[in-house]
């Protein structure tokens, strides 16, 4: 047998093991899922749920997460011993959902939660910007259960350490003291600092931002990279994109508002700043009357850049620059 998890209880001064189970208490599989979706920091600090029982080619994934890297996350959960079984279950679903886009990631999150999968991930994330990174380029699995067979455990193990597959086994203990209060712990296979997300894909850098730009929009581009010398401004390099981010004082970390494209593509994005949804509404609505920017989605506008639009997008990012220094001003002010 591989790692798995005993528990003592300490009664009268003496050790007393603790060896009740799930199966024992009458508590389902089902049970165990609705304590992850509470909480799903037992399978990992850096995850989001986006879905529980999504059907795929091949069956349900009992859950389904992101990562901040934007990495989906498969969750497979056996409320007993993990199987080898498991692992090519587990590959299984996730060579299916390797196909699946941003759309249909959006389309199970609303099955799931209320409200859009792109607000969800910005409160999940508040200093990763969605915009500039490969949504589900790379697919992780967790394995969740409450010991797992030796084999499974050295696979797992083979295929982090040799190959840098995104995967690991989670191995839970759950306790029902004598108290009748109900505990979990956990240990990981792997170090979860070790398997936490990764993105495969290199950062633009501004050399190769401006190869891909288009020669009439690469002054307009220029400028707002600049801006990184700027008190008060810095760039973020992802994967398709820069981000312009406005450092906000009294939250000590930074909001991105503005995603540039090489292929010619602005855009403003609200739902980092820390405003209203009215304000926020009013802010989008300003921005629109400039003729140049399309709604795309509640919190983002696009503007296709051009020699016919670009004089305007000139004026919009002044205008957005002005509106920015007012609210981390209005932020700064005391009320």
Avoid: H
């Avoid at 004598?178 to 894909?201: H, Q, R, V």
Wanted: net charge negative.
């Amino acid at each position: 047998m591989g790692t798995e998890i005993k528990t003592w209880q300490i009664i009268d001064g003496k050790l007393t093991p603790i060896e009740n189970n799930l199966k024992d208490e009458g508590r389902l599989e089902y049970d165990l899922e609705t304590w992850l979706v509470s909480n799903p920091e037992l399978i990992g600090t850096d995850i989001m749920l986006i879905g529980r029982q999504v059907n795929t080619k091949s069956g349900p994934i009992d859950l389904l997460g992101i990562d901040k890297s934007g990495n989906t996350v498969i969750i497979e959960i056996k409320r007993a011993e993990l199987p080898r079984e498991a692992l090519a279950q587990a590959i299984d679903y996730a060579s299916d959902v390797a196909g699946w886009t941003a759309e249909k990631l959006s389309e199970v999150y609303s099955t799931f939660a209320s409200g859009t999968f792109a607000d969800a991930f910005g409160e999940a994330f508040p200093d990763v910007d969605l915009e500039s990174i490969s949504l589900n380029s790379t697919q992780r699995i967790v394995l969740v259960g409450f010991s797992i067979e030796a084999s499974l455990e050295r696979m797992i193990t083979w295929l982090s350490d040799s190959f840098g597959v995104n995967i690991n086994a989670t191995v839970i203990s759950y306790v029902k003291t004598t108290g009748n209060e109900e505990l979990l712990m956990k240990t990981s296979i792997i170090p979860e600092e070790l398997a936490g997300p990764k993105n495969p894909f290199k950062n633009l850098t501004p050399l190769e931002f401006m190869k891909k730009c288009a020669p009439e929009l690469r002054s307009f581009f220029q400028e707002l990279m600049d801006l990184d010398k700027k008190d008060g401004y810095s760039i973020y390099w992802g994967v398709k994109s820069y981000s312009v981010r406005k450092y906000l004082p009294s939250f000590n970390r930074y909001a991105s508002v503005i995603y540039c494209y090489p292929e010619g593509l602005f855009s403003f994005y609200s739902a980092q700043l820390p405003i209203s949804e009215e304000a926020a509404g009013m802010l989008r609505k300003e921005l629109l009357s400039f003729g140049i920017f399309k709604e795309s989605g509640k919190k983002t506008l696009i503007a296709t850049l051009n020699n016919e639009t670009l004089s305007k997008a000139k004026e919009a990012v002044e205008y957005i620059f002005k509106k920015m220094d007012e609210i981390a001003k209005d932020l700064e002010t005391p009320t």
